[in-house]
């Protein structure tokens, strides 16, 4: 797909996902006001959208017309939590985010804590909401989700990730939280909007896995950048791997091999979704983008 089309195409998405968002979500001034404007601060404050944007490109992949809406910003409500929560003093301890206050340093640490726990039901309530007329898709949607977001991988990558390198330079606990802590997010956007459009399951599998491995080199990337990159241009710290002690696959192995995976990992997610039915020159695009982005 050519540059222009793709920016055409990317920023029309990110619209639909603005709109969605400000549609389906609650106003800051809704009650009790200080929880939902702190939600809204870190929904709000500008992420990439890459999840939600790819939910909508997936469900378009295999139906124009699939309308992946409640599932991109479920999607995107789950995101925004774990950035919360990492955030927090018991976690990261970080004070800026999508070049903004840490929504614990724009309120205050409980406030944060309350915000992200209610994106949590909330995001599933979406589902219900969307897709209750449509019981399988619901509920696959819902497995999805649940499984992507619970114990075995986003809040298990990130329980191993917190022991840092004093918990073991171990390349299989790395692949551990890699997988959970970031691929599982970006691969259940694909997954779930193959299942908006109506692919079929071994089309969803293999948009699952090309997400996983999308997502495992979205991680890499992002470590490389924490390495080389400034808060700036970042919207956060950079050098917080470092100082924080944590395991990263450049730590581990070196910036020329980390370089090396991220190129073979981005091939294998374009190889597997040119591998169905679906239209997916805009998804290929964006999976190389990923792995050249800068911030
Ligand atoms: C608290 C259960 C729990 C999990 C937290 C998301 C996360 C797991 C930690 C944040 C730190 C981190 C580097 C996570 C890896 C995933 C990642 C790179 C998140 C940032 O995603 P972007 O770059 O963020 O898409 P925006 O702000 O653009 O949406």
């Known amino acids: 797909m050519d540059g222009a089309r793709f920016e055409s195409l990317h920023v029309g998405l990110i619209g639909e996902v603005e709109t969605a968002l400000r549609a389906l979500t609650p106003p800051a001034d809704a009650r009790p006001a200080r929880l939902h404007a702190a939600i809204r601060h870190s929904l709000e404050a ?4 890459l999840r939600p944007v ?3 490109a997936a469900a378009r992949a295999f139906d124009p017309a699939g309308d992946a809406r409640a599932a991109a910003v479920a999607l995107e409500c789950i995101h925004t ?3 919360i929560h990492d955030d927090l003093p018991c976690m990261d301890d970080a004070d800026l985010r999508r070049g903004r ?3 614990h340093k724009a309120f205050d640490e409980a406030t944060a804590l309350l915000a992200g726990d209610a994106l949590i039901p909330f995001a599933f309530e979406l589902l219900a909401r969307g897709y209750g007329d449509r019981p399988a898709l619901l509920r696959d949607l819902t497995l999805e989700l649940a499984v992507t977001a619970g114990p075995s991988l986003l809040v298990g990558g990130q329980t191993e990730d917190m022991g840092g390198l004093a918990a073991g330079a171990d390349p299989d606990r790395l692949e551990f939280i890699l997988r959970g802590k970031t691929a599982a997010m970006l691969s259940a956007s694909f997954a779930m909007g193959a299942l908006v459009g109506g692919a079929a399951s071994a089309e969803v599998e293999a948009f699952r896995r090309a997400g996983r491995s999308a997502g495992i080199a979205f991680q890499l990337v992002d470590d490389l950048l924490d ?5 700036v241009q970042m919207g956060k710290p950079v050098g917080a791997d470092a100082q924080n002690n ?3 696959y450049a730590g581990l192995f070196g910036v020329p091999a980390a370089q090396a995976r991220v190129a073979a990992l981005t091939t294998e997610a374009s190889a597997l979704l040119q591998g169905t039915r679906g239209d997916t020159a805009f998804l290929v695009e964006l999976v190389g983008r990923m792995a050249a982005r800068r911030n």
């Open 54 to 56: 790819i939910a909508l």
């Open 101 to 103: 206050p840490s929504c």
């Open 246 to 248: 944590k395991l990263t």
């Open 46 to 49: 500008g992420g990439k959208r």
């Open 227 to 231: 390495l080389t990159s400034d808060s």
């Open 81 to 83: 939590y774990s950035l």
